[in-house]
């Protein structure tokens, strides 16, 4: 296996529909002024070339295999194919174009797993023609775990980190209703949360002992009991057994007060009890910069923290930073992998 600091990393299609191949275009024409670390499109060669002629942006695409790329990054976008054209058009998401967004997912994970490709990072997807298609995931970090857990030949959980040199946060419970967050939250699933983040956070972050604040799911962290007994009952001995294995973890905190200046300085990473408990405060602080991360997975992956864009999908308007930031995130975490690792 080469190291990791002589391969691309490994781009998603994403919804061909949406902007994640403009963003990909846009992300290769700025890798010297940004310091793009090279990467490659996993995707429909022609559906990128014809996006590129469409919206006047310069970036010619080369077909080559992923040892290539690297190489090719100074001259060209490297494309390594997918064996499946996009139907759809710009702002037109089509369900038939499902295979292919999936395709693109699992042929980069096998990129990396074969050493081809220093990491994952992958592209806005949209979950409605997926789940349309079939699709049994409700995103990509659920996917990304399966398809882990097949190469490992074991269980894997993936946890969602958010990060920007602002916050990092890591929600328990993601893509649910509220109403079953209070149901689905104990102080397992806690527990080994914070487990994996403080673990991939050291290795991957080289912060060798994290410094983990657990928020209160209610209000004031539930006042005593008076505004809901999951605190007491829940996050409170999950903070206890956390302390107890050696991880640096406080909690549980009132999480209005949890996300200001002074606040954050007293933390590495901020654990959520819920979705936008923890992702309203880190986009609000860094909307453009932020990078959502899987954690406790074999391989890095990375994705810029924003959706598909179909309204402006197109248009050229989309702006590539979070991209650019994921990508160069994802360099960044398997240069540290890749130390670790030897």
């Known amino acids: 296996m080469r190291d990791a600091a002589d391969n691309a990393l490994a781009l998603t299609m994403g919804e061909p529909a949406g902007i994640g191949p403009e963003l990909a275009l846009k992300a290769w024409l700025a890798r010297d002024e940004a310091g793009v670390p090279p990467f490659f499109f996993v995707g429909d060669p022609d559906h990128l070339a014809d996006l590129a002629q469409r919206l006047a942006l310069p970036a010619p695409v080369m077909v080559v295999p992923p040892a290539r790329a690297a190489t090719t990054f100074r001259l060209a976008l490297p494309v390594v194919p997918i064996e499946l054209a996009v139907i759809g058009a710009p702002a037109r998401p089509s369900v038939a174009d499902a295979p292919a967004v999936i395709q693109s997912i699992r042929a980069a994970v096998e990129h990396v797993a074969a050493g081809h490709a220093a990491a994952v990072v992958t592209n806005p997807i949209a979950k409605a023609p997926l789940l349309r298609a079939g699709f049994p995931h409700p995103g990509h970090t659920e996917f990304l775990g399966e398809l882990a857990s097949e190469q490992v030949g074991r269980r894997l959980r993936p946890v969602m980190l958010l990060w920007a040199e602002e916050l990092a946060v890591v929600p328990v419970t993601v893509h649910t209703p509220l109403s079953t967050v209070p149901e689905l939250l104990t102080e397992d699933l806690i527990v080994e949360t914070a487990e994996i983040a403080a673990t991939d956070f050291a290795r991957r972050f080289g912060i060798a002992r994290p410094r983990l604040a657990l928020a209160g799911l209610n209000p004031h962290a539930g006042e005593d009991g008076e505004l809901g007994p999951e605190d007491q009952a829940i996050v409170a001995p999950a903070v206890r057994r956390l302390r107890a294995e050696g991880i640096d973890a406080v909690g549980p905190l009132p999480a209005d007060t949890m996300f200001h ?47 598909t864009a179909f309204d402006i999908a197109g248009q050229g308007k989309a702006d590539p930073a979070s991209l650019i930031a994921a990508l160069k995130l994802a360099g960044r975490l398997a240069m540290a992998d890749a130390a670790v690792a030897s």
């Not at 954050?264 to 860094?286: N, S």
């Not at 954690?295 to 994705?303: A, E, I, M, W």
């Open 261 to 307: 200046p002074a606040a954050r300085a007293r933390y590495d990473l901020a654990i959520a009890m819920y979705h936008d408990q923890g992702l309203i405060p880190i986009k609000t602080l860094a909307f453009e910069r932020a990078v959502n991360v899987t954690l406790g997975l074999p391989f890095v992956r990375t994705s810029p923290d924003h959706g």
